[in-house]
């Protein structure tokens, strides 16, 4: 094909050019394939959002019309306004709608990656999701999507509250009682075990915790380990989902400090 002519990438879609077609060029073709008011949707939308890799599968639209045929699926299904969006042009669901759509197409290990990947690129909106979960009463991926929402929705904690959870939870599993609140290194650390140089920070984890913050934490926690101590940060939610193996854990490193010290 030369320069300035046409060449068709589907029925009644043509590219101007010679150039190679890329990946954003399929999506928009499947795009206008299907008409007025179709969107780029499901594992296509996930991969141009960034949440998912592209993959070698057909390109996914959402339309109330058109139809599926070789490399290009068609989900009949109504879009609503809030529910669709623009990323370079391209017509496309929105992060919520576009995990709802997908929690009907891959498996929860899939799903829930594409979740976390949404929330560390600074996208997702829970309050959205959520929102649209309710509008959406009787779609088949909300008893996947659910779960992973109330994950992230964690009860609201202050400090002392967090630090009087950790300590009935150290009676509870036997473990040996530390100190709170010390300065170690000028720094001032929820829990300690001294003599096993064994740091335990509580985390007041909200969903869509301030970076700067997060960044504040890392940086406290490369300097107390590179003076020779461990550091572990708890959330509220894993002491409650997972008791028996935070205890765990934490007695292996307490036995393995002890020795070492």
Known sequence: MQAGRLGQIRRGVYVVGSGPITQRSRWMAGVLACGKGAVLSHRSAAALWGLMRPGRGPVEVTSSHGRSRGSLVVHRAAVEVGERTQIQRIPVTTVARTLLDLAEV?????????????????????GAVARLCARRRG??????????????????????????????????????PPITNVLVLGLEVD???????LIVEMDGFAFHRHRAA?????????????????????THRRIHA????????????????????
């Open 106 to 126: 891959v498996d929860e290990q899939r799903l829930r990656s594409a979740f976390e990947e949404a929330d560390r690129l600074r996208l997702l909106e829970i």
């Open 139 to 176: 779609r088949r991926g909300l008893r996947h999507l659910r779960p992973l929402i109330a994950a992230a929705i964690e009860p609201a904690a202050t400090a002392s509250a967090l630090e009087d959870l950790f300590a009935a939870f150290c009676r509870d599993h036997r473990l040996p």
């Open 191 to 197: 829990t300690l075990w001294p003599r096993q140089r």
């Open 214 to 234: 997060f960044e504040r934490d890392r940086a406290r926690d490369a300097e107390l380990m590179a003076a020779g101590y461990r550091v572990v940060r708890l």
């Open 242 to 261: 997972e008791p028996e193996a935070v205890a765990a854990q934490l007695r292996r490193l307490l036995a393995a400090q002890g020795r070492g010290g």
